[in-house]
């Protein structure tokens, strides 16, 4: 870590990446690090594939995130000018979509720090745990490790916290452990208000976005009791009737989870290029294999995700025909 730390501080331009589609842990673990790493006075820049959601914009440096996909180029001179490259919260460079080729390219010293099973063998070291409950905590044990906690300040909480949260399903999941709490304690310790971080994460939606979860719930879904399954189905002509923005389908994938008998849930939406599909599942329902195994994704044992270049009516008789529903 010594060695790791000194190659750190002697880099002259440092890239945080992470994930397509980027979700609270992603954004909160990317600006944890670089609020740390600028404390050192490094030149770093965070680079997202493609937009987050607007409910993770209370977060301090959030402007200052690079989208590739609105600024190809600018993004691609970063990546290849960089010397160090953070891969957050990602197993491997497919995750990241086209901004994989040109950072595998790339001759910047690779460190992933991550806790999706089964890694890709892609950087020069690697800080994972598959059993850890978010990558935000291992952010924190990775500066704990580098000898730096008394950096960690209450923005640096502030953005692990809201990582933290929103991966564990605020401190729900089997993921979640007595070191999880003790961390988020550390953050509380240091004045961060969770009261308001929960309530801009999960109490600030628009009335589009509700309407969208009704009908979504009271038409879209469907449950196979005697199966323990459940489904959700949204066109792209449905999510345009309730002006769809990037997050309003946050957490709809474990609604039906909560119904009593009910073990494995997915959600199936319509993109503009390809068919996304969410998966969620508990007690001894793993979904990690199963999205890796059918639908070219992967993710934890109980949370993972996919996605498909067939039509959404193709997607769902393949989801169907494997669950034995049909």
């Given amino acids: 870590m010594t060695e790791l730390k000194n190659k750190i501080l002697s880099s002259k331009n440092i890239i945080i990446t992470t994930h397509k589609s980027?979700?609270?842990?992603?954004?909160?673990?990317?600006?944890?690090?670089?609020?740390?790493?600028?404390?050192?006075?490094?030149?770093?820049?965070?680079?997202?594939?493609?937009?987050?959601?607007?409910?993770?914009?209370?977060?301090?440096?959030?402007?200052?995130?690079?989208?590739?996909?609105?600024?190809?180029?600018?993004?691609?001179?970063?990546?290849?000018?960089?010397?160090?490259?953070?891969?957050?919260?990602?197993?491997?460079?497919?995750?990241?979509?086209?901004?994989?080729?040109?950072?595998?390219?790339?001759?910047?010293?690779?460190?992933?720090?991550?806790?999706?099973?089964?890694?890709?063998?892609?950087?020069?070291?690697?800080?994972?745990?598959?059993?850890?409950?978010?990558?935000?905590?291992?952010?924190?044990?990775?500066?704990?490790?580098?000898?730096?906690?008394?950096?960690?300040?209450?923005?640096?909480?502030?953005?692990?916290?809201?990582?933290?949260?929103?991966?564990?399903?605020?401190?729900?999941?089997?993921?979640?452990?007595?070191?999880?709490?003790?961390?988020?304690?550390?953050?509380?310790?240091?004045?961060?208000?969770?009261?308001?971080?929960?309530?801009?994460?999960?109490?600030?939606?628009?009335?589009?976005?509700?309407?969208l979860i009704g009908f979504a719930l009271t038409e879209k879904m469907k449950v196979f009791h005697e199966l323990g399954v459940a489904h959700i189905v949204l066109s792209q002509e449905e999510l345009k009737r309730f002006n769809f923005k990037k997050g309003d389908t946050e957490g709809l994938v474990n609604y039906p989870l909560s119904i009593n008998g009910i073990k494995f849930s997915a959600l199936i939406t319509e993109k503009e290029n390809e068919i996304s599909l969410s998966f969620r599942s508990k007690d001894h329902v793993y979904v990690n294999e199963f999205a890796s195994k059918h639908f070219n994704g992967g993710g934890h044992i109980y949370a993972a995700g996919g996605r498909e270049t067939t039509t959404l009516t193709e997607t769902v008789e393949k989801l169907e025909k494997l669950l034995k529903i049909k």
Wanted: aromatic letters at 10%.
């Fill in 22 to 211: 980027p979700d609270g842990d992603a954004i909160g673990s990317s600006l944890g690090l670089y609020h740390f790493l600028k404390k050192f006075d490094l030149n770093v820049t965070i680079i997202v594939p493609d937009s987050f959601p607007s409910f993770l914009n209370w977060m301090e440096g959030t402007s200052e995130i690079v989208i590739h996909e609105k600024n190809e180029a600018f993004s691609t001179r970063l990546i290849e000018s960089s010397d160090l490259a953070f891969s957050l919260d990602y197993n491997g460079l497919s995750r990241i979509g086209e901004m994989g080729k040109i950072l595998g390219n790339s001759k910047s010293y690779k460190i992933l720090i991550d806790h999706h099973q089964n890694p890709e063998s892609f950087a020069d070291f690697s800080f994972v745990d598959t059993n850890c409950s978010s990558t935000s905590q291992l952010i924190y044990e990775f500066i704990e490790k580098l000898g730096e906690s008394s950096k960690i300040s209450k923005n640096i909480g502030e953005c692990l916290y809201c990582g933290i949260m929103t991966d564990t399903g605020s401190f729900k999941y089997p993921s979640t452990t007595d070191r999880t709490h003790e961390i988020a304690a550390s953050f509380i310790k240091l004045g961060i208000d969770v009261s308001k971080i929960h309530n801009e994460v999960y109490d600030t939606n628009s009335e589009d976005r509700l309407r």
